[in-house]
């Protein structure tokens, strides 16, 4: 099993910037990409951004390129999401995931199998 605590969200002006942290913790070594997604009042969760285990590799919604940064440090455990330029439509609660075998589809919800309980952002305009 592995734990998950997100933290740093808050509440920031249109174009302000937050960073958001991801604590793992437990059998850390089974994880492989991790996520970030985002849910929003009456919508379904959503993919934010990705990074493989070395970090080499990331994608991001379309919805977040240029704006928002994601990286880990395997030797604390942790992943965060810089995200700067922050407009009123980027409020959601944000989720931090881990996936546990590096599946080929690290963009969907369904590929990943441990969630953090969640970290409110708010922007206002």
């Known amino acids: 099993q592995v734990q998950l605590v997100e933290s740093g969200g808050g509440l920031v002006q249109a174009g302000g910037s937050l960073r958001l942290s991801c604590a793992a913790s437990g059998r850390t070594y089974t994880s492989n990409n991790m996520g970030w997604f985002r849910q929003a009042p009456g919508k379904e969760r959503e993919f934010v951004a990705t990074?493989?285990?070395?970090?080499?590799?990331?994608d991001y919604a379309d919805s977040v390129k240029g704006r928002f940064i994601i990286s880990r440090d395997n030797a604390k455990n942790t992943v965060s999401l810089q995200m700067n330029s922050l407009k009123p439509e980027d409020t959601a609660v944000y989720y931090c995931a881990a996936d546990r075998l590096g599946g080929r589809n690290p963009t969907k919800v369904y590929q990943y199998d441990y969630w953090g309980q969640g970290t409110q952002v708010t922007v206002s305009s």
């Open positions: 990074i493989s285990w070395s970090g080499a590799s990331t």
